[in-house]
């Protein structure tokens, strides 16, 4: 079978190489040398605003952070956020066939935690479900075509943005009329385990006048059918006729945004998302393999931002926006293959979120920056209710009703100080401070203070050192504190839940040390206190309860390495972390272990060749995981007595993607037309993820993607 598929592999670039070498135009047009029209030392100097909600370019923003353009998604075919985010040091992402759920720096969020342990923002605002403070990072997020680029902070950032900045910060900022190049819609097919899946995306924007309109959409069906899962060790309760039946989703993401411009009035913003998660996962723990799950989310936000500038110096930012989410009607839960009955669930959120931002530039770089932010959640807490063939719907036992509303206020001050400019001490030229401190008052969990410190030293224009310290809090969701269970055994709320702190110390070296290689190299300490971890049904218990039970050591290495350099955009990035998890057990006491679920060592690399000659260009991806611990909920289950302690491991794993694609070319007069073809573990390795139910996650084989964009 191997055999079969690398020879219908090797055929398959074969006539896609024929297929362009009788397309091509004349070699090295201008249009095609855009692929690498941006020099390291541009990139270096892109402008991001994340780190301290003023443009900065990353050698003087105080934080670790990583910038992933819009050319750079265009050139390696990502077609999601989390697809780009893989592609991060210190990032790993489960992929369990639902929702990517991405961990940071040897720590992950667990069961049932799609990648709450950031903050996930689009321009600024958050794009959390609130109901779980979960973030679908799936094509359901955002239309890939919308973004300019992101922005991602490894470390803290609750003394900026409150809640929720806990382990890092990623920022969407999106395209506007004005800066987009061209309309597009593009497609794309692929094959799955001999499964076909398709996906269609649109943008179109432009300006005249004072007025800006961007618009962008993206619909997709994949299939990951038919899989199976792996079992613990020692158990043999799935075999190889076990698969996945029904393993799709139908992800719709919709963006819009306007704006008016006025020297006068100032700038006025109205955007909206909506994001549609439609899935029937077939690997979620409380129903595995049922063929009858189907989850069904709708989430999004309406908002208007007012922007405004006086006498050159004070910036002020008011905002006003409404989110909201629920399940749809054509949701279905299902704990087994039994027909007679299944499970529903209730629940909905509507929150209103009102900030204000008064920003005075004393010059190019003193800056004092205040803040207000006000959130007033509304919430129908998450209940389970077992519905039978007749119609009886009878509400699941456990949980509490809790709080309805969740009401927060904040107050920030930030200060970005460089003593040669303010004091006139001409001997600090290259030093600059940045000092945050908030204040969050929150109506169920109490309050909280974060502040950060941060100094950078640039020894010149293209490199930087940054000493960096910061305090930052997650609060628990609502699901967490009031859920009942959705089956016998499974979780429970507890309205008792602290909010998780941590404090973390960076060191981070960033810039360009040679002529054609960028350079990011940073050394981390994160304490967490408070983590909320799922204790699992011991004794008197007999549900998963989540509980604030351990402390979490983690240090590491980050590195990353980025050049252009003849036709060629490379990167390689390695990371290093070293997590230890206190916390006590039921028969042992206080144990310390490594964190489960997230590798120590990670190996990411990709390299982008462009062929004039040809209008090709050919970009290989890769990634090396080494082994990590599996769950404790499959622990548990490989050794029930002494699951904290005697636990195993899933093997290390390495995937290569590689994609082909054409520049764009003239086939359509007056128009651009780019075809891409991408194949995914081209290897066809065969890995696996943790799971949280008595197996773990299997990868999807090799899958291609033919893509077709056509530039309007």
């Known amino acids: 079978m191997n055999t079969i598929s690398n020879k219908r592999s090797v055929v398959f670039i074969l006539i896609f190489f024929i297929f362009i070498r009788l397309n091509a135009q004349q070699p090295d047009s201008v249009s095609a040398q855009k692929l690498f029209d941006l020099s390291l030392e541009d990139l270096m100097n892109i402008e991001i605003v994340s780190a301290t909600q003023k443009a900065q370019n990353i050698t003087e923003a105080p934080s670790v952070i990583t910038l992933i353009t819009s050319t750079q998604i ?5 077609l999601s956020v989390a697809e780009a985010l893989n592609s991060i040091a210190g990032i790993d992402i489960i992929k369990d066939h639902y929702q990517p759920n991405a961990g940071i720096r040897g720590v ?33 997020f955002i239309p890939i075509e919308a973004i300019d680029k992101i922005e991602i902070i490894r470390g803290p950032n609750s003394a900026l943005y409150g809640k929720n900045a806990f382990l890092g910060v990623i920022n969407i900022i999106t395209k506007s009329g004005k800066t987009l190049k061209n309309n597009a819609i593009s497609h794309y097919l692929s094959n799955i385990q001999d499964v076909a899946s398709y996906g269609i995306n649109t943008i179109w924007g432009g300006e005249k006048d004072n007025y800006d309109v961007l618009f962008a959409s993206n619909l997709e069906q994949i299939n990951y059918a038919p899989i199976s899962p792996q079992n613990v060790p020692g158990s043999a309760i799935y075999s190889s006729m076990d698969k996945s039946q029904k393993n799709e989703g139908n992800p719709l993401s919709l963006f819009l945004k306007a704006s008016y411009t006025s020297e006068k009035l100032g700038d006025f913003t109205i955007d909206a998302t909506q994001q549609i998660i439609n899935s029937y996962a077939e690997f979620v723990d409380w129903g595995s393999l049922s063929h009858n799950n189907r989850i069904s989310i709708f989430n999004g936000y309406e908002r208007i931002c007012y922007t405004n500038t006086f006498l050159d110096d004070f910036e002020t930012n008011i905002s006003f926006a409404h989110a909201t989410g629920k399940p749809l009607k054509k949701e279905i839960l299902d704990i087994d293959q039994d027909p007679s009955q299944w499970i529903e669930r209730d629940f909905k959120y509507s929150s209103y ?30 209940k389970y209710y077992t519905v039978s063939y007749l119609g009886t719907r009878t509400l699941n036992p456990g949980g509490t009703d809790g709080k309805t509303n969740f ?42 203070l974060t502040y950060r410190l941060a100094a950078v030293y640039q020894f010149n224009k293209q490199l930087s050192t940054k ?150 260009s050919i970009n290989l991806e890769g990634v090396y995981v080494s082994s990590r611990t599996a769950s404790d909920q499959n622990n548990f289950i490989y050794d029930p007595i002494n699951y904290s302690t005697n636990r195993y491991g899933l093997d290390s794993y390495i995937s290569l993607d590689l994609m082909i694609s054409t520049t764009e070319l003239e086939i359509i007069k007056n128009s651009k037309t780019k075809i891409s073809v991408k194949i995914e573990n081209i290897l066809n390795n065969t890995y696996y993820y943790p799971g949280f139910k008595n197996y773990d996650i299997p990868c999807a084989g090799r899958t291609y993607f033919f893509r077709f964009i056509h530039y309007i």
Do not use: C
């Not at 004393?362 to 129908?380: A, C, P, Q, R, W």
């Open 353 to 382: 979120d009102i900030t204000g931002k008064v920003a005075y530039s004393f010059d190019d770089i003193n800056n004092l920056t205040m803040g207000v932010d006000y959130t007033s959640d509304k919430h129908e807490h998450q």
């Open 74 to 78: 265009k050139e390696r075919g990502y």
């Open 467 to 616: 000493l960096m310290y910061g305090t930052s809090f997650n609060a628990p969701s609502p699901v967490q504190l009031y859920t009942n269970y959705i089956a016998p055994g499974g979780i429970v709320g507890n309205p008792d839940l602290k909010p998780e702190k941590a404090k973390t110390l960076d060191w981070a070296l960033t810039g360009k040390i040679f002529k054609n290689l960028n350079f990011n190299t940073n050394l981390f300490y994160t304490h967490i206190d408070d983590k909320i971890e799922y204790l699992l049904p011991y004794g008197q218990i007999s549900n998963i309860t989540a509980e604030n039970i351990s402390s979490i050591h983690s240090a590491g290495l980050e590195t990353e390495l980025s050049t252009n350099i003849y036709n060629n955009s490379a990167y390689l990035n390695y990371s290093y972390q070293r997590s230890i998890i206190e916390k006590n057990d039921p028969i042992l006491q206080k144990i310390q272990v490594k964190t489960p679920l997230y590798p120590e060592h990670m190996i990411k690399f990709g390299d982008v060749f462009y062929m004039p000659k040809y209008k090709i």
């Open 108 to 140: 992950n969020g667990g069961l049932r935690s799609w990648s709450r342990l950031f903050k996930v923002m689009v321009d600024g605002q958050s794009m959390s479900l609130r109901s779980n403070s979960d973030n679908y990072l799936d094509a359901s």
């Open 407 to 448: 009401n927060n206020f904040g107050v920030y001050f930030q200060m970005i100080l460089n003593p040669a400019l303010f004091f006139n001490l001409g001997f600090l030229e290259e030093l600059t401070f940045t000092g945050g401190y908030r204040f969050d008052y929150h109506n169920i969990y109490g309050d909280v």
